[in-house]
C-alpha cells in the first residue's frame, strides 16, 4: 500500500538511462539558472530601508547604497565569467576551492553553500508568500502555514523530477523581469512628469545620523541589501547546461543577468526614494511601490503574482542545487553516503527532504519573518564566493598565470570586494551594541525590530561545527576502507562451523528448524532451556519420536533466564577461537494476522540482541508460516 | 546498565525452587485476605451519604440503607462459606463459573473480576489518598501525582515479590480495625452520654423526597454503598494458605471477617447521622466523624494513618490477585501467554505491570476522585457473586443434591440476592434521566455532582468486548496448535537447498560471507545487483582475484532497486517448490560507534523486510565487527 501512495506521489521509477541533460538556448538558460538570482530583487530594497530605519538613519541612504551593491555585483560577475570559461564542467564553490585549496578551504564552501541554500528556501517562500498576503492581507495570518505548505510543494515536485525544464522557468521569469522592468519605466517617467504621488510629510522631517554612527548604520544596510547577490554564482555550476559553445553562452547570460540584475534593484531603490516610502508590517516595499505607481488594479496585482511566482521558483532552485552538492560532498565522503543514491525518479531525493524538512524548520522558527532569516544569509554567501575566488586566483597561478596577468588581477579584485564585505559583515555582526543581543537571541525573536541582525553569529557558528562534521564523517569512511580492504589482507584460516538449534518444544516449525540444521553442518546441537521443568517428560518422549541423529543438550536455568545459559554455552563451544563460527537458529512461527504477535511471547528478542555483539555468532531465523 | 538497574528495584533473581506456600494461622490470614474488604469500610458510608445527598434526599436514609447492604453481606458471606468448603485448592468466582457454568460464564466472570481489581487499586490508593490529604490539606494539590506514585510503589514491591506476609499485613489491618472500633464505641458512648456536638443546623432543615423519587434515590445510594462488600470473596481464593483444616478455617475467618465488616459500616454509618454529617469535598466522611470524635489530636491522626494504611494494603491485595488469575486465564488461553510467565523474582511480572498501568491511567482520567471510580465497581462485583454462587448452585445439582437441600437452598440464595442486586444497579445506570449524560459523559467527568454514576456504563460494555476479546484469543491458541502440532503430520520431503550471496563490492566482510556460504551448502551462489555499472569493472577484477569457486550473477537493475532483482531471482530458483529452502546471506559490517550507523545506507533493510513474508526463505545477516 506505501508502494501505492508513493507512486501516486512521486510517479513510477524512472530507469537509469534516462538520465541525461536537456541543452538550453541562452534564452531558456537565463530564466532557469538566474530566476535565484533576479528574484532577490524583490526583498534586497526593502532590508536595505529597514536596517536604515532600525538604525534611524534617513532613507535617502540608499540610493549609495544600492549603487555600492551595484558595483560588487558588477565585480562579482566578471570575476565569475572567468570561472565559467576554467571550469566549463560545472564550477561551484565547493569543486573550485577544494580542489585548488584543498579539502578545509573546501568544506568551509561546502558548508556555506549548504546553509545558503537552506537560507534560500526560506527566504524565497517566505517574501513569495509575503507578496500573496499584501495583495490579500486576509490571509496573513495564516503565513507560516501557507510558507510549509509550498515548500513540501516544491519537494514533492522535485521528488518526481521536475526537469530544470527552461519552458517552465521562462513565463514567470521573463514575466518578472518584464513587469518590473515596466514599473521602473513608468514610475522613473511619472517621476520625470511630476505625476508620482507626493512622499508622505514624516518622512521628510525625519532628522539624521552623522560621523561613525551613519557610517555603522550603513555598513548595516550594506550588509543587508547584499542579499541582492545570493544565486549569482548559479549559472557557473551549471556550464554544462548550455548549448555548445558552453562556456561563451553562459559567459554572455551571466553578463546579461548581472545587467538586468543591476537595473532592476538600482530603479526600484529610486523609486522607493522617490515615493518616500518606508518598510513597514504587512506589506512589502515592492507591493507599496506597485500600487504607488499603477494603483491597486491589474498591473498591481501582475507584479504581485509575478513576485511570488519567481519566488517560488528561486526555492525550485536551491531543491535542484541542494541535493547536487550534498551527493558532491557525499560521493568525497564528506556526507552520509546515503545523500549520493538516486532516488526512484532520478534525483537525489534524500537531499530533497532533508533540505524540504531544515527550510521548514527555519520558516516555523523565525515565523516566516524574512526580515528575520535575511541577515543569516550574507555571511555564507560572502565566505563562498571569497573561497571560489581565492581559489581561482591559486588555480591562475599554479597554471603559470602571472601575478599581473589579466585573469589573476580580475579573480584576485573578486576575491579582495568580496573577502572585504565578508569581514564587513562579520564584524558588524558582533559590534558591541549586538553583544548582549547575541546571548538572549533565542527569546527576542518575535521582535522585528529587536533582532534585525540577530541570528547571524549563527552561521558564524554553524559552519565550523559543520566543518568538523565533514571531518569526523570523512575519518570514518577513510578508517572504514583501511578496515574492510583486501589489499594486503592476509585470508584468515579455514572455518569451523557449529549449529546450534534452539529447542522449546518439538512442533512442525522445530521440526523443520532440525531438519535445516543438519543439512547445513555436520556438528550439529540442539539445546533446551529447562524453564519449566514439568513440560520435560513430554518433551523428551516427542524428541525420542522425530529426532534421533542430533545430540539434544538440556541446560539448567534456575532463574528461568533463556539468555544466559545460551551465552554461557557459546562461550564454551567457542571456547576464544576467533576461526570458529557458529550459527544459532531460532525457530520461529510466523503469525497470519498483526494481532497475533502480541499473543505470542518475545523471549528470543533479547537473545538476538546480545548475539548481534558477538563475533562470529550468527543469527538464523527459522520461519515457520502460519495458514490462518 | 538496565540489568544493574533492575537488580537494584527488583533485586536478584530468584531460582524456581524459592516457589512455595507460606502456611496461616486465622488470626495472620484475617488480615492478609480481609483487608481488601474491611477498607472499603472507609468509603462505603460516604458513597451513601453522597448518592442521597446528590438526590436530594435526607441523610437519614442511610440507616435503613446500611442495615440492607449488612443483609446482603450476611447472605453473601454463608453462600461464600460453601464455596470455600467445596474448593479448598481456591475456589474464585472464575474457577467456580468456568467448571460448573462453562467457557462463557467463565470469561464473563473473569473479566468482571479483572475488572474489578483494577477499579480495587484506584479506588483504594485514592481513598488512602484521600484519608492522608484529610488530614494534611495542603497536599490536596497534589493528589493525583501521589497516587500515581502510590501506585507504583505497590507496583515495585510486588515486582520485587512481597510475600504476603502475615506479619506485615497484621499491625495495620489489626490496628485499623481496633482504632475504628474504639471510635464506633467512644462515639456510641457520647451519644448516649449526649456529650457529642450536635449537629449542623442546615441538616435537620432539608426538606425530603417522596414516593417514586424517592425509591429511585434510595436505591442509588443502595448501589453506591454495596461497595462495602467488595473483596469479600477474597478469602475464598486462597483457602490453600490457611493451616489445616483448611476449609474450616477459612470458613471460620470468613465469618469474622463479614461480622466486623457489618459492626465496623453500620457504626460509622450511624455515628455519621447522628452527627449530621455531610460529604463535602476536600475532607472524607471518616475523617469528619474521627474529628468530631476524638478533636483533631492523636486519636485522629491515628484513625488517619490506619486509613492510609490499611486502603494501601488493600490495593496491595489487588496486586496479588490481578496477576494470578490473568495467569490463570492465560494457562486457559484466554489472554495472551506471558501473562502466565514467572518473572526474575517468582510473580507474575506482566500482570504487575498492566495492573500498575492500567490503575493508574483511570486514576489520571478521574482525577483520583474516589467517588466518580466506585460506581464503576458494582456492576463487576455483583456480576461475579452471582456467577460465582449460580456456578455453585449447579454444582450442587450436578453432585446429586436436590432443589431443596441446605447447601442448594444457601447458594440459590445467594446467587438471588446478589443477582437482583445487579439487576438493580445495571438498570438503575441506564435510568433516563442518565441517558444524556451517558452520551456526553468524557465531557463532565471533572464535575463531581453532575456524573456520580457516570462512567458505570462503561462496565457494562467493557465486559462483553472483554469476552469477545477472551475468545478470539482462545480461537487463535487453538488454532495454532492445530497448525503446529506434529501428531498425525507427514513430514514434508528432504529438502533442496540454495545459499545466495549478496555482494555488492569485495571487502573483508563479503569475503568471510562467501567462505561461510560454502561451508553451509553445495549449491551456493554470488548475486550482485548492478545499480552503479562504473562500478562494475573493478568489481570483477576483484572478484577475480578471491573467488572462484562459487558463481557470480550480476543482475540488471534498471530502476536502481535491489529489492525487485531479488525477489525475482528467488521466485525463478524456488519455481513454486515448496521442498526448496534457500538462504539469503546479507553481508554487514558492524560499526563500532553507534553514531556510524547513520552513515551507512540500510537499502538491506528492505530486502531483508520483504523476506520476513516468503516461505522457504531464511535470511542470514553475517556480520563483520569493526575495530574503529
Not at 51 to 70: E, F, Q, T
Not at 209 to 228: D, I, K, P
Request: glycine share 6%.
Amino acid at each position: 500500500m506505501s508502494v501505492a501512495v508513493r507512486r501516486l506521489l512521486i510517479g513510477r521509477p524512472l530507469p537509469t538511462s534516462r538520465a541525461r541533460h536537456e541543452r538550453l538556448p541562452k534564452v531558456l538558460a537565463l530564466p532557469v539558472f538566474a530566476s535565484d538570482a533576479l528574484s532577490s530583487v524583490a526583498y534586497a530594497t526593502e532590508e536595505i530601508l529597514l536596517a536604515l530605519v532600525a538604525g534611524a538613519a534617513a532613507l535617502s541612504h540608499s540610493i549609495p547604497i544600492a549603487l555600492a551593491i551595484a558595483a560588487l555585483l558588477a565585480i562579482v560577475a566578471t570575476s565569475y565569467k572567468q570561472t565559467i570559461h576554467a571550469y566549463p564542467s560545472g564550477g561551484g564553490a565547493y569543486i573550485v576551492a577544494r580542489e585548488n585549496l584543498g579539502i578545509w578551504p573546501g568544506s568551509v564552501a561546502g558548508a556555506a553553500l549548504l546553509i545558503d541554500y537552506v537560507l534560500t528556501v526560506a527566504v524565497s517562500i517566505a517574501a513569495g508568500v509575503a507578496a500573496i498576503t499584501s495583495a490579500f492581507p486576509v490571509l496573513t495570518p495564516y503565513r507560516v502555514g501557507l510558507c510549509v505548505v509550498c515548500v513540501f510543494g516544491v519537494a514533492l515536485a522535485n521528488l518526481r523530477g521536475v526537469k530544470e525544464s527552461g519552458r517552465l522557468f521562462a513565463v514567470p521569469t521573463y514575466l518578472f523581469v518584464g513587469s518590473f522592468l515596466w514599473m521602473i519605466g513608468v514610475g522613473v517617467f511619472r517621476y520625470a512628469m511630476h505625476t508620482l504621488p507626493p512622499p508622505p510629510a514624516q518622512a521628510a522631517a525625519a532628522t539624521d545620523l552623522t560621523g561613525l554612527a551613519l557610517l555603522f548604520v550603513m555598513l548595516r544596510a550594506f550588509a543587508s541589501g547584499c542579499a541582492a547577490l545570493t544565486g549569482v554564482e548559479a549559472i557557473s555550476n551549471g556550464v554544462q547546461a548550455f548549448r555548445a559553445p558552453e562556456a561563451d553562452n553562459a559567459a554572455k547570460t551571466m553578463t546579461a543577468m548581472a545587467a538586468l540584475l543591476g537595473t532592476m534593484f538600482i530603479g526600484l531603490t529610486f523609486l522607493a526614494h522617490v515615493l518616500g516610502i518606508a518598510p513597514r508590517d504587512g506589506e512589502t516595499v515592492a507591493s507599496q511601490i506597485a500600487r504607488a505607481t499603477f494603483g491597486t488594479g491589474a498591473w498591481y496585482f501582475i507584479i504581485q503574482a509575478a513576485t511570488a511566482l519567481i519566488l517560488i521558483l528561486a526555492a525550485n532552485t536551491s531543491f535542484a542545487d541542494f541535493p547536487r552538492l550534498s551527493a558532491l560532498l557525499a560521493r568525497d565522503r564528506l556526507l552520509p553516503r546515503q545523500l549520493s543514491h538516486l532516488g526512484d525518479r532520478l534525483v537525489f531525493s534524500n537531499g530533497i527532504m532533508m533540505l524540504a524538512i531544515l527550510s521548514s524548520a527555519l520558516i516555523v522558527l523565525f515565523r516566516g519573518e524574512t526580515h528575520l532569516l535575511i541577515p543569516l544569509y550574507a555571511v555564507g554567501v560572502f565566505l563562498s564566493f571569497t573561497l571560489s575566488q581565492t581559489g581561482m586566483v591559486v588555480r591562475w597561478l599554479r597554471l603559470g598565470k602571472r601575478w599581473c596577468s589579466r585573469e589573476t588581477v580580475v579573480n584576485a579584485g573578486g576575491a579582495c570586494a568580496t573577502g572585504v564585505v565578508l569581514t564587513v559583515i562579520a564584524l558588524e555582526k558582533f559590534m558591541p551594541e549586538d553583544a548582549v543581543r547575541l546571548v538572549r537571541l533565542p527569546f527576542t525573536l518575535p521582535v522585528i525590530g529587536d533582532s534585525i541582525r540577530a541570528g547571524a553569529w549563527m552561521v558564524v557558528i554553524l559552519i565550523p561545527l559543520m566543518v568538523l562534521g565533514f571531518l569526523r564523517i570523512h575519518e570514518h569512511y577513510q578508517s572504514l576502507r583501511r578496515q574492510l580492504t583486501v589489499d594486503g589482507w592476509a585470508e584468515p584460516a579455514p572455518l569451523k562451523h557449529t549449529v546450534i538449534v534452539l529447542v522449546s518444544n518439538i512442533h512442525r516449525g522445530t521440526v523443520q528448524a532440525l531438519r535445516y540444521a543438519h543439512l547445513i553442518a555436520a556438528d550439529c546441537r540442539a539445546l533446551c532451556v529447562d524453564i519449566n521443568s514439568e513440560d520435560l517428560p513430554l518433551f523428551y518422549r516427542r524428541w525420542e519420536e522425530w529426532e534421533t541423529n542430533i545430540p539434544l543438550l538440556v541446560l539448567d536455568s534456575p532463574f528461568r533466564s533463556i539468555t544466559e545459559p545460551v551465552l554461557q554455552y557459546l562461550d564454551a563451544v567457542q571456547d576464544g577461537d576467533r576461526n570458529h563460527m557458529v550459527t544459532v537458529i531460532l525457530p520461529e512461527f510466523v503469525p497470519a494476522r498483526w494481532w497475533h504477535h502480541l499473543l505470542h511471547n518475545q523471549s528470543a528478542l533479547l537473545l538476538k540482541f546480545l548475539l548481534l555483539f558477538r563475533r562470529n555468532v550468527t543469527v538464523t531465523n527459522l520461519r515457520y508460516h502460519l495458514e490462518e
